[in-house]
Nanobody, 119 residues
Framework: QVQLVESGGGLVQTGGSLRLSCTASGSFFNTSIMHWYQQAPGKQREMVARITTGGDTNYAGSVKGRFAISRDNAKSTLYMQMNSLKPEDTAVYYC?????????????WGQGTQVTVSS
């Protein structure tokens, strides 16, 4: 059964840090491109960071230099270190797995974890 479970969200003051985790069950993690998305109230879900199977990373401009995505394939776990947090980072954060099999992209989402940054 495919499952992604996020954790690590919470309430933090401006300038603080959080570390999000996303643990995967199933055999898809090591062959998946992994992403973190954020969805603020009343807004669309947007990609924040992406990491390939080889460890290459990409970031949205709004978080570049402050957030760092990483993965531990041995633990089937995705991470995102969030530093210098701002109130505009307040959102639900989701992890997403994208696996390509037989020419088809398979997409899996976690349930999300709330991050709230107080001013």
């Amino acid at each position: 059964q495919v499952q992604l479970v996020e954790s690590g969200g919470g309430l933090v003051q401006t300038g603080g840090s959080l570390r999000l985790s996303c643990t995967a069950s199933g055999s898809f993690f090591n062959t998946s491109i992994m992403h973190w998305y954020q969805q603020a109230p009343g807004k669309q879900r947007e990609m924040v960071a992406r990491i390939t199977t080889g460890g290459d990373t990409n970031y949205a401009g709004s978080v570049k230099g402050r957030f760092a995505i990483s993965r531990d394939n041995a633990k089937s776990t995705l991470y995102m270190q969030m530093n210098s947090l701002k109130p505009e980072d307040t959102a639900v954060y989701y992890c997403k797995a994208e696996q390509r099999r037989n020419g088809i992209s398979w997409i899996y989402w976690g349930q999300g974890t709330q991050v709230t940054v107080s001013s």
